[in-house]
């Protein structure tokens, strides 16, 4: 089958580019292996909320239009809002085709699924950036004794094996997972990298509701002064909870939760720590207060001091004087380690050589300048600091298309 534009993925980012494709009369299929949202349907855990709010739920041509803009979608009520946006925009989406190849026949590409293939003049990945967990090197050395998972295969703290557990990595799902188990009475040890801290609210207002007003999610990948570094950032520390609730490691240690630093490696059934906890901590509540300083600066600029509360001072994480730079794991009691560091996107598939040494896939912006008529979307960073957000998938789809519709209609290429 012939097609001009083939998208491959129907979560938000790939029906974010459907519409823009229907806007501008270019004839499509969103190939998707699952069902629509088929990410937020089978790989997150059972209670996560997004961590954005209501308010900032909403994609080129539908919003959030609930009574409580504040809030914080469940994964139940992501899957119905993007459902709802697959059949507003009548996207035409094939569920249940896998695509297994992604091939370039001369000016065209191959695209094979388990349903047949399609042959089209350009393509867009928006696979998703989250597919796979990525683990360190340090993983291979676990002792076989202890139960091992990734925070991909995590759903609640009853599928655990008793006992206590070790959560690597102090991101926004290191430190939610470590709160739900602690919650659930296991004893809960973090190993605490470099991580994004920030405050739940601040003067008043949702910390995204700040990101997004001053500006900051919307700067630009070829602005930023290392594109590199910003994409490989971990997720703010935050979860979306009814009661917006701060989390972050001061109310894990008041839970009961003991930090300790980066994870390094296993020996003789102990693991051992980086001493480097306390400046990991020290510099997250320095950048965290340089954040806020640039809030403060933008809201006094815009006018906005009295409308909002006075600029908050925050407490810095409390570091435990003599942290443990090892752990026997079964004197602890330390069931199982789990792994939160991070996931990544999965190019098993892609027949197209533009992938780095690393595996990372080369391209500008979501431009694959090495081999034309080839998009991706949905990447951290990709073209701004929103771009894996559901709210920065608008502008990014947009951008993309112009540049898809030009490579298309054989016009002047937009830079990109
Ligand atoms: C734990 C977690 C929490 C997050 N919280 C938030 C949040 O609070 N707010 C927010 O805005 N964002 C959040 N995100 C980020 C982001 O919104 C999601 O990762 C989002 O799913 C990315 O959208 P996407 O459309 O690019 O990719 P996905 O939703 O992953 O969609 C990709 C689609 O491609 C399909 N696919 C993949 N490979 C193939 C193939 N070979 N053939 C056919 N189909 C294929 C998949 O089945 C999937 O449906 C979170 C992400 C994670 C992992």
Partial sequence: MRVPTVVIGAGHSGLAVSHFLAERDIDHVVLERGQVANSWRTERWDSLRLLTPNSMTRLPGLAYDGDDPDGYLTMSEVVAFIDRYARHEQAPAMTGTTVTSVRRAGDAYEVSTDQGAWTAGSVVLATGAFNLPRLPKVAELLPPTVDTLTAHGYRNPQALASGGVLVV?????????????????RPVTIAVGEHVRMPRTYRGRDVMWWMERSGVFDERYDEVDDVVR???????????????????????????????????????????????????????????????????????????????????????????????????????????????????????????????????????????????????????????????????????????????????????????
């Avoid at 490691?249 to 490696?265: E, F, K, Q």
């Avoid at 510099?283 to 809201?299: C, H, I, Q, V």
């Fill in 169 to 185: 990595g102090a991101s926004a799902t290191g430190i939610q997972i470590a709160a739900e188990l602690r919650a659930s009475g």
């Fill in 230 to 416: 910003a994409r490989h950032l971990g997720s703010p520390q935050l979860v979306g909870s009814p009661e917006h609730r701060t989390l972050n490691l001061n109310s894990l240690s008041d839970d009961g939760v003991r930090l300790v630093g980066r994870l390094m490696g296993f020996a003789q059934g102990r693991a051992q720590f980086s001493g480097s906890l306390r400046n990991v901590c020290t510099l997250a509540d320095l950048k965290m207060r340089r954040l806020l300083g640039t809030f403060d600066e933008w809201a006094r600029d815009a006018g906005l001091d009295d409308q909002l509360g006075e600029p908050e001072r925050h407490e810095s994480t409390r570091v435990p004087q003599a942290p443990p730079l090892t752990l026997d794991l079964e004197a602890e009691g330390i069931a199982t380690v789990l792994w939160a560091t991070g996931f990544r996107p999965d190019y098993s598939w892609l027949d197209v050589p533009v992938l780095d040494r690393k595996g990372e896939l080369r391209h500008d912006g979501g431009v694959v300048t090495a081999s034309p008529g080839l998009y991706r979307v949905g990447l951290p960073m990709l073209r701004r600091r929103k771009s894996s957000y559901i709210h920065g998938a608008e502008d990014d789809a947009r951008d993309i298309t112009d540049h898809l519709a030009a490579y298309l209609h054989g016009r002047r290429l937009p830079a990109a």
